[in-house]
């Protein structure tokens, strides 16, 4: 069965500061990795995924097979950047998207 | 940008009734998922249906609950005989027959089930 990790339930940072919102995940197979985000009042939408390898609103995440992770990785955080950050996985091949999420992180940037 | 519409967006029935939650999902997706979210807790996968038919369904997904689609816009949940744990935000998501398995799912804004 998989599973997805995520340490924090709040990170506070302040504006300007890098921001590191980690997720672990347990999987026998190949999976996919993604991140959703959720802004206040606003629904759940797709931030990145691994395969894209792109950057988004400043937002990189490495997928590291070794380590099992899918660290999401922001230099600079804005105000804007507040909400709650779910990292999710599904299988490969034909995973269908049955995601599997964590528990999220809330990233609360102060000014 | 298309979304995914759910209504209500707050439900509040009595424990044992039947409640149907409805979505309609984008136009072109052929697609359908089911998730909740109970308050403090992760987002867990329920169902997914396709072609008329569920995909696969999660240990959640109990005798209680059913999917359906009864026109060619609506896809819905009903739980039958509501328990007071079924209290939950249930997220309907939907996506496209193109490209990957594994495409962009486009999520609802959710309805919160609240049992009594």
């Known amino acids: 069965a998989q599973r997805v990790t995520q340490p924090e339930k709040l990170l506070s940072v302040f504006k300007g500061a890098p921001v590191e919102l980690k997720c672990n995940y347990s999987?026998?197979?190949?999976?996919?990795l993604f991140w959703y985000v959720q802004y206040s009042r606003q629904r759940l939408q797709l931030l990145l995924r691994?395969?894209s390898r792109e950057s988004i609103k400043g937002f990189t995440a490495d997928l590291n097979k070794g380590e099992t992770s899918f660290h999401l990785k922001k230099p600079f955080a804005q105000e804007e950047d507040s909400a709650m950050y779910y990292c999710?996985?599904?299988?490969?091949?034909?995973?269908?998207?049955?995601?599997?999420f964590g528990t999220g992180t809330q990233l609360k940037v102060e000014l | 940008e298309p979304e995914v519409t759910q209504t209500p967006s707050h439900q509040v029935t009595q424990m044992g009734q039947e409640v149907i939650l409805r979505c309609v999902p984008i136009?072109?997706?052929?697609?359908f998922y089911w998730y909740r979210q109970i308050l403090g807790q992760k987002v867990e996968f329920l169902v997914s249906?396709?072609?008329?038919?569920?995909?696969?369904k999660s240990e959640i997904f109990d005798d209680q609950f059913s999917v359906e689609r009864p026109d060619g816009s609506n896809f819905t949940l009903k739980i039958r005989s509501t328990k007071l744990e079924d209290s939950a935000m249930y997220f309907c998501?939907?996506?496209?027959?193109?490209?990957?398995?594994?495409?962009?799912?486009?999520f609802g804004s959710g309805t919160q089930l609240s049992v009594l």
């Open positions: 998501a939907s996506r496209t027959p193109q490209g990957r398995t594994n495409e962009k799912l486009f």
């Open positions: 999987y026998s197979g190949s999976p996919e």
């Open positions: 691994h395969i």
């Open positions: 999710a996985l599904t299988p490969v091949p034909g995973g269908g998207n049955k995601l599997t």
């Open positions: 136009s072109n997706h052929l697609y």
């Open positions: 249906f396709y072609n008329n038919e569920i995909s696969e």
